[in-house]
Nanobody, 122 residues
Framework: QVQLVESGGGLVQAGGSLRLSCAAS????????MGWFRQAPGKEREVVAVNWSGGTSYADSVKGRFTISRDNGKNTVGLQMNSLKPEDTAVYYCAARSSVYRYYNPSGYDYWGQGTQVTVSS
């Protein structure tokens, strides 16, 4: 049984930082594409950052502020978020898929975490 469990969300003031973590179990972690997505109220789920063997990609809105990292030995993927803005407020989800094809599309992900709330106050 595959499980993805996020942690690290919370409330922070604009300009602050948060670090999200996702612990994975039940899958061959090192071979999976791992992504962070977010969904704000009334909006569609969107890609934030994705990491796969040999590559990383970020949404334009977070480039230079967010950093995705993974530890294949611990089966974890993290998202360091700096210089947070109110528009970063959303529920953040960790997700996993076996193929890197169209990695930016949430519909292609096989497994999802429960999500963690990030709220950035102005």
């Amino acid at each position: 049984q595959v499980q993805l469990v996020e942690s690290g969300g919370g409330l922070v003031q604009a300009g602050g930082s948060l670090r999200l973590s996702c612990a994975a179990s039940g899958l061959s972690f090192s071979s999976y594409v791992m992504g962070w997505f977010r969904q704000a109220p009334g909006k569609e789920r969107e890609v934030v950052a994705v990491n796969w063997s040999g590559g990383t990609s970020y949404a334009d809105s977070v480039k230079g502020r967010f950093t995705i990292s993974r530890d294949n030995g611990k089966n974890t993927v993290g998202l360091q978020m700096n210089s947070l803005k109110p528009e970063d407020t959303a529920v953040y989800y960790c997700a996993a898929r076996s193929s890197v094809y169209r990695y930016y599309n949430p519909s292609g992900y096989d497994y999802w975490g429960q999500g963690t709330q990030v709220t950035v106050s102005s």
